[in-house]
């Protein structure tokens, strides 16, 4: 059922209903754009099929990461502007310094059109309020906001109440419900998942560090097609993962990724019923339950389950994890690679590393990487690599991770012609 705009009470006070689409989503994100956004002062990033960021601590990795959680709040936040102050610390942890307004932007396409969409938010009285937004199909504008006034919507569509746009809704939420076109592109951007660190400490690190639910602890029994931020809901997606046709290719890529002496992975009832939890059964020492495995052991388990589910309401159109490696044996750290670009096939991947190791394993790496750096002023340069001279000098070297490690991989990376986009 698509988004509705109703009446709260018989004030007409009105209220959205944000639901998504059933069917797959046709869109596929190729670019986005933030302006504004702490030290991506103006940056575009091409979404290649696989996209590796990585540059020095402190340039803007996490930032480009974060920024793409906020537009997937776009799709999918009834109150866009009050998530970015609860969530993400408002105007005094979002705005760069000397800036005004900051600037979200998306380019989709569905293999025939580019639609772009693109969002304003101004600082006014200590907060944020929508100032301007637009959707363009191959340029030709479908709709433009200016402030409270919207020009473009075919006249069968009912316009909102005065004052109703400026308080809370993007034009993208409100109108998917009657316009095909902005609802692949709210559903575009519902569907990106973003990954932080997993939460991988042991019960014997100590009471208050651990968050109550956490990869180690039991689920109440529940469907899922998602792995969770964090991955508190691993149990669940092993179950989902055993109750599956491919199981058993599942469970040889566990062997290879993991450990070949695994010969199960379970999701054991628990005594007071109701929940299950998740054990790892091993040919020379029997089973091991999730609380007792390794960080590494449920790190890679984690990943696992989120390359090989990948469906949801709406479809996932963009995976993204911060620092994936982290955890790994560098042993594991290629196949884990090999894994990303498998999903990347289906939607593309965006991740941030420091491994040299993981770089190293990327099979198309002058496509993929994307060098991160600050210019004079502290604004955020994305530049990638320069096709032949990478060639020329992993003649000699392993990979660019190597390259790294050597100290020579600014010389494969040319200054930008833009400081902003890559």
């Known amino acids: 059922m698509p988004n509705e705009i109703r009446p709260a009470s018989a004030t007409q006070c009105y209220t959205v209903i944000v639901t998504t689409a059933a069917t797959p989503n046709p869109s596929r994100i190729v670019r986005v754009r933030f302006s504004g956004l702490r030290t991506a002062s103006h940056v575009e990033l091409d979404c290649e099929p696989m996209t590796v960021l990585i540059g020095p601590n402190g340039v803007g990795k996490s930032t480009l990461i974060e920024g793409l959680e906020i537009l997937r709040k776009v799709g999918s936040s009834n109150d866009f502007v009050r998530t970015l102050n609860d969530e993400h610390g408002g105007i005094s942890h979002l705005l760069r310094r000397g800036e005004s307004e900051i600037r979200f932007g ?13 969002i304003t938010l101004a600082r006014q009285n200590g907060t944020f309020v929508i100032e301007h937004e637009s959707l363009h199909r ?8 200016e402030g409270e006034r919207i020009i473009g919507l075919p006249a069968t569509i009912p316009q909102p109440p005065t004052g109703f746009i400026a308080a809370k809704y993007t034009v993208l939420v409100m109108m998917s419900a009657f316009i095909p076109m902005v609802e692949r592109v709210r559903a575009a951007l519902a569907g990106i998942e973003v990954h932080v660190p997993f939460a991988t400490q042991a019960r014997w690190f100590g009471a208050g560090v651990m968050p109550e639910r956490n990869m180690r602890t039991d689920n109440i029994i529940q469907s899922t097609d998602r792995l969770d931020r964090g991955g508190a809901n691993l149990a669940n997606a092993f179950h989902a993962l055993r109750n599956r046709s491919d199981w058993a290719d599942t469970l040889e890529t ?19 019923g109701g929940n299950i939890g998740l054990t790892v059964t091993y040919r020379a020492v029997g089973s091991i339950p999730a609380f007792a ?7 890679l388990l984690a990943l696992i389950a989120i390359t090989r589910l990948d469906g949801g309401d709406p479809p996932r159109s963009l995976l993204v994890l911060d620092e994936p490696d982290l955890h790994l044996h560098p042993g594991a750290i290629s196949q884990i690679v090999a894994l990303l670009e498998e999903c990347s096939a289906h939607q593309p991947v965006v991740f941030s590393t420091h491994s040299d190791r993981l770089l190293d394993s990327l099979s198309e790496p002058a496509r993929a990487t994307v060098l991160c750096d600050l210019d004079e002023q502290r604004r955020l340069r994305l530049r990638r690599p320069d096709p ?3 060639d ?11 390259l790294r490690a050597e100290g020579y991989d600014r010389l494969v990376f040319p200054p930008p012609r833009t400081a902003q986009k890559a």
């Open 106 to 118: 998306v380019d989709t396409t569905d293999g025939e059109s580019i639609l772009s969409w693109g």
């Open 138 to 145: 191959d340029g030709a504008a479908l709709f433009v906001r």
């Open 254 to 272: 566990i062997r290879l990724v993991i450990d070949n002496d695994i010969t199960d992975v379970i999701t054991p009832a628990s005594a007071s």
């Open 293 to 299: 495995l390794s960080d590494g052991t449920l790190a």
């Open 388 to 390: 032949r001279q990478l």
């Open 392 to 402: 020329r000098w992993l003649e000699e070297y392993r990979g660019l991770g190597h």
